[in-house]
């Protein structure tokens, strides 16, 4: 523990609250550099963002922060900065993960409250404000199964192969791109979301790699999630209750069955690079994890492309040189009935 570190923390948050009668409780750090504190005063709770400036930038999650607050997205206020120090003092969203609440019978509920949060983030003009998810940016994202999960595997792609598996990308790509284009959370899903006491609104965390890309982006990290399973037939009745709130713009010249090919596009998109997230998440930073991820990741990808033919060379490759291996070394989805 840095005691300059938490001398500094303390004469701020002494400023701040205009009082040195607060408590301080660290909470279980996460992956990156920031330690988060729970900040105690009379009955008043805060969250601190210790981000020390030379590891962490906090300056994209506040100015994403703050856009987000003005346009009405629910995210913790900021109570106080000092970007040169890298403190955050924040709303407390207190501790219950969406996550933590969903079974077969509550999960309709959440999910419909999720979806109208959604829709009302896409409606925010986010131009100029977000990078865009580029053509570049798709690929890479998915080359990240070439570069991680086939060495992994001890796969080399012949010539043939490359080519192939260049030109499915390239496909998948340019869907993404062909929809229509709204600010993108990019990891909307049940952890990143949290039931807040008192409200019906989500608080909605984790924000700070938004983009502007596809429409169904967002609906597909929640509905299709990595790390929980829902009945196909129930995720595309989601499908439809999400597109039922698309403002019309967003449905012009595209049927409900367009919107679930947008769907299944990006979510495959998004499986082939998640892939190659877990494998570089264990091998370069030694976080073992994700891999018991990764068995429902395949499966989603080997059901998700059934219907789409252009997919198809591509999925055999997977079914012919990869699923063997994979499957010996990370295991097997077993569906959930």
């Keep these: 523990m840095n005691t300059q570190r938490e001398q500094l923390i303390q004469s701020w948050i002494t400023s701040v609250l205009k009082s040195d009668q607060f408590e301080t409780h660290f909470l279980a750090g996460d992956a990156s550099f920031r330690r988060y504190a729970r900040i105690k005063l009379n009955n008043k709770t805060f969250m601190l963002m210790d981000a020390p400036p030379e590891k962490e930038d906090c300056g994209p999650f506040v100015s994403i922060d703050e856009f987000f607050d003005a346009h009405g997205v629910r995210v913790p206020h900021i109570v106080a900065k000092d970007l040169d120090q890298g403190f955050l003092l924040l709303e407390d969203f207190g501790d219950v993960l969406l996550s933590t609440l969903l079974n077969d019978e509550t999960v309709d509920a959440h999910y419909t409250q999720s979806f109208k949060q959604l829709i009302e983030l896409q409606a925010v003009d986010g131009a100029g404000h977000f990078p865009a998810y580029s053509y570049e940016k798709l690929i890479?994202?998915?080359?990240?199964?070439?570069?991680?999960?086939?060495?992994?595997?001890?796969?080399?792609?012949?010539?043939?192969?490359?080519?192939?598996?260049?030109?499915?990308?390239?496909?998948?790509?340019?869907?993404?791109?062909?929809?229509?284009?709204?600010?993108?959370?990019?990891?909307?899903?049940?952890?990143?979301?949290?039931?807040?006491?008192?409200?019906?609104?989500?608080?909605?965390?984790?924000?700070?790699?938004?983009?502007?890309?596809?429409?169904?982006?967002?609906?597909?990290?929640?509905?299709?999630?990595?790390?929980?399973?829902?009945?196909?037939?129930r995720v595309y009745s989601w499908f439809e209750t999400f597109y039922n709130l698309l403002p019309a713009a967003a449905k012009e010249g595209r049927s409900l069955d367009q919107f679930k090919q947008d769907a299944d596009m990006m979510a495959i998109q998004r499986h082939i690079k998640i892939l190659g997230i877990f494998v570089r998440l264990f091998e370069r930073d030694g976080k073992s994890g994700y891999l018991k991820d990764l068995p429902r990741v395949m499966w989603y990808l080997l059901e998700e492309s059934k219907p789409y033919a252009e997919l198809q060379p591509f999925m055999q490759f997977i079914y012919d040189k990869v699923l063997p291996a994979f499957e010996e070394k990370y295991g097997k989805y077993e569906v959930e009935a």
Excluded at 140 to 164: G, I, N, R, V, Y
Excluded at 173 to 194: E, G, T, W
Excluded at 198 to 214: L, N, P, S
């Design 140 to 233: 890479s994202e998915m080359e990240l199964l070439t570069d991680w999960l086939l060495p992994s595997l001890k796969t080399q792609p012949t010539e043939a192969e490359s080519a192939l598996i260049k030109r499915t990308f390239a496909i998948l790509a340019n869907a993404a791109l062909a929809q229509p284009q709204v600010i993108v959370h990019r990891d909307f899903h049940s952890r990143n979301l949290m039931v807040l006491e008192g409200e019906q609104e989500q608080g909605v965390i984790d924000f700070q790699d938004a983009v502007i890309g596809a429409d169904t982006y967002d609906l597909i990290s929640i509905t299709r999630d990595a790390y929980v399973q829902w009945n196909p037939a």
